[in-house]
């Protein structure tokens, strides 16, 4: 049987096993790899996935409604989210940009 190692890490990973000096050559690497795993390891149970009915069967009867919000919540006066009011506005006339008037 000839096998052949394609992945560069592997080979380096055979390579170091060989220059510690514990094994006489690349199959007694593989060798001794494949004797310290469980050949009848258990693979995990993975439960079949379940089809779009099943998944929402325990909502049903709830009268939820997934529709979306129409609403776009209350409007928001950025200037007053960063602190400017329109007395800090005028405190500050003639020392900056007029933030309460687009610039023209």
Do not use: C, W
């Not at 995990?44 to 709830?62: C, D, H, Q, T, Y």
């Not at 006066?77 to 800090?88: E, M, V, Y």
């Amino acid at each position: 049987m000839t096998i052949q190692i394609t992945n560069p890490e592997v080979e380096e990973v055979i390579n170091e096993r060989l220059r510690s000096g514990a094994f006489k050559d690349a199959e007694d690497v593989i060798l001794q790899a494949l004797q310290s795993s469980s050949p009848t390891a258990p693979l995990p149970s993975v439960a079949p996935a379940k089809g779009i009915v099943e998944l929402f069967a325990p909502l049903r009867g709830l009268n939820l409604d997934f529709g979306r919000n129409p609403s776009t919540g209350r409007p928001v006066d950025l200037r007053t989210a960063i602190g400017l009011t329109p007395t800090s506005l005028q405190n500050s006339a003639g020392t900056g940009p007029n933030l309460a008037s687009p610039r023209g």
